[in-house]
């Protein structure tokens, strides 16, 4: 049971260039949802789908675009990387009242 | 004001004592909490959940609710420096949105 799957698992990048962050969950979760940790800020939250179908902005949705594309995957794109987009970045998922349960991040670096 | 709020620490206990970690919040209808643990350079996993006011125990770990307090404590019991990590502290309101603290490091030292 992988749980959740988040790929690649690290990039760089430069300045201007576009990628899509991948994730991708089996435990038939309804919700799943995309953080970013940097040192000192905690998790920040940047967009939700709280089920198939929806998406809704985050704390900090600036810069990035998501899709829900079935009920098991929820990618974020980043149209045109800058510099402050370094950081980790986290997929989750869960069912209602239930706990978040993470993929392993992905190191992000943009130069 | 925050959500959560965690003293960020750093934190540090000897081996064998017991560590202390706590957690405020600011919705006071909010129904559900949960104790993370982040290693430097992983993801946070959930180590202890909490539903209702008192202790819930689970091996080495305590996790204690006072709702009227708005007060979420979790304790380690003969800390090892294996728990030496980030601990982050997570509140579920009614409209089911999670919101995070910030983290406490937690050094526990040989």
């Known amino acids: 049971n992988a749980g959740v799957t988040q790929t690649p698992k690290f990039q760089v990048l430069k300045t201007g260039q576009s990628m899509t962050l991948q994730c991708a969950q089996d435990m038939n979760h309804n919700s799943m949802y995309w953080y970013r940790q940097d040192p000192g800020m905690g998790l920040r939250l940047i967009y939700y789908?709280?089920?198939?179908?929806?998406?809704d902005k985050g704390e900090v949705p600036n810069g990035y675009n998501v899709s829900r594309l079935n009920k098991r995957e929820f990618s974020l794109r980043l149209e045109s990387a800058a510099p402050s987009q370094t950081s980790v970045y986290f997929c989750?998922?869960?069912?209602?009242?239930?706990?978040?349960?993470f993929g392993d991040g992905t190191r992000l670096s943009i130069l | 004001q925050k959500e959560v709020e965690q003293n960020s620490g750093p934190l540090s206990v000897p081996e064998g004592a017991i560590a202390s970690l706590n957690c405020t919040y600011s919705?006071?209808?909010?129904?559900?909490f949960f104790w993370y643990r982040q290693y430097s350079g992983k993801s946070p996993e959930l180590i202890m959940s909490i539903y209702s006011n008192g202790d819930k125990e689970d091996g080495r770990f305590t996790a204690q609710l006072n709702k009227a307090s708005q007060y979420v404590s979790l304790l380690i019991r003969d800390s090892q420096p294996s728990d030496s990590a980030t601990y982050l502290c997570?509140?579920?309101?009614?409209?089911?949105?999670?919101?995070f603290g910030t983290g406490t490091s937690l050094t526990v030292i040989p």
């Open positions: 997570a509140v579920l309101n009614t409209g089911n949105q999670f919101y």
């Open positions: 919705d006071r209808v909010s129904q559900s």
């Open positions: 789908s709280a089920s198939e179908g929806t998406t």
């Open positions: 989750a998922s869960s069912d209602m009242w239930q706990p978040q349960h």
